[in-house]
């Protein structure tokens, strides 16, 4: 009996030991006390401040950068907004950063997609007077630019889902956010504290870092205690593919270019001026960029096809014209489009690749510029009158024996002419030419 007992009690102990001990066996590792002391800061503002292809690409360059360093990641934010499926993957990064992610509503506002990418920050501050929401979705008819609010279920509710998991991340008011969506709702910095979507209200960014200093927060079980100072923030510079991936997704320069590519195709097919082609192909290739057609692959085919071209102006084709020039305009544009990111650790680093596309860019446009003055000029040439060269007037000296009716030989300026005269003239003597006649043969006479 009293064994028994002693087994209960083992038991009992052994369960209550399971109790206090699993949990902390099962739940993830906090390691605390990590200070981190320096950031990487990526602004979005005007010009571009639209959530498109080339800030999204720009956005995760940025964050990857910070990643790597091992720095906080700030990003400021004055945006009306921009599209749906870029701010989708810009939030999802920030979602699954692995570093701390700090976002700012930088002077006036982060409207529709602008707070999309803030809410799933770990830290997001408001600028005084500020304001953010207005994520109800809407469509653009793109002849009349008439602006459709969407209200369908099927497309919402995605929306819905997808900001309540970002919202859930730093603890925000996910009803509010809600009401940003349902009913565009928005809240100027005031209301955005005090509904507890953003967590500061702040003047500056340097006002935001006092505020900040000395708070830990947790990143996949790591604990970070921020301690940034503004002169060790490290402002991040989109890169040039990024930027003009930004200009070609902008509907009004897409609509021109694939508008001059399509009637310059047409026109040059017609009119059987096929050097052309090469610039009409670059114009529509390029206002294809916007409808979802691969930077990248439209980099690759420019760059082959502009080195083909130049290789056939170089080695094919006497002179250097259209081709040459179609040439060099098709490797400068296909490598602006190069992509800028490769991974750390791989060389060339992404500096470097920034300063080779660089260089290339400078040489080309030195080259385009070289090789159109000298079209200018071959052009010039081409236009004058064509000048006749005659050496009446000159001075020279009689050969042979000049007799009249007879056609003899004079020296001018170093060359021989046939000659006739009215008058003898005897070898040696110094004549001057009086014209040309018609089948070269220059009527000279004595100088006296």
Known sequence: ??????????????????????????TSRVVSGERISSAVMLTIEAPWDTIDDGVKECFLDALRYAEFQGKVFIYRVDSYGGYLDAGFEIGDAVLNAEIPTIAYVHRNKALSAGTLIILPSDILAVQKYSIIGAMQPVTVNPVTGEIVYINESKVLNPIIKRAEAYSHRAGRNFTAVELFIRQALVFNSTEAILNN????????LEELLDKINGRSVVVNGVEYVID???YTIEEYSCSVRSRFISLLTNSYVANVLVTIGLLGTI??????????????????????VSVGVSANLVSIFLIILGAVLLAIELFVI????????GGILLLAFGFALLPAYIPSGVSPSPEYINTVRTVIIVVTVFLTSIFSIMIYKV??????????????????????????????FVKVEGEYWRAVSDETIPPGTEVIVVEMLENGVLKVRKTT
């Open 318 to 325: 006497p002179g250097f014209g259209v081709l040459g020039i």
């Open 1 to 26: 009996m009293r064994r028994s007992r002693l087994q209960l009690f083992f038991i009992f102990s052994m369960a209550i030991l399971t109790v206090l001990i699993l949990p902390s066996v099962f």
């Open 228 to 230: 940034v100072k503004p």
């Open 197 to 204: 979507v953003a967590d500061y209200e702040v003047s500056s």
């Open 267 to 288: 026109f040059a097919l017609v009119s059987g001026r096929l050097t052309v082609l090469p610039l009409t192909l670059l114009f529509l290739l390029l206002g294809l």
């Open 379 to 408: 052009v010039k040439v081409r236009m004058k009158k064509p000048v006749e060269f005659t050496p009446a007037g000159k001075k020279g000296r009689a050969v042979d024996w000049l007799k009249p009716g007879e056609i003899g």
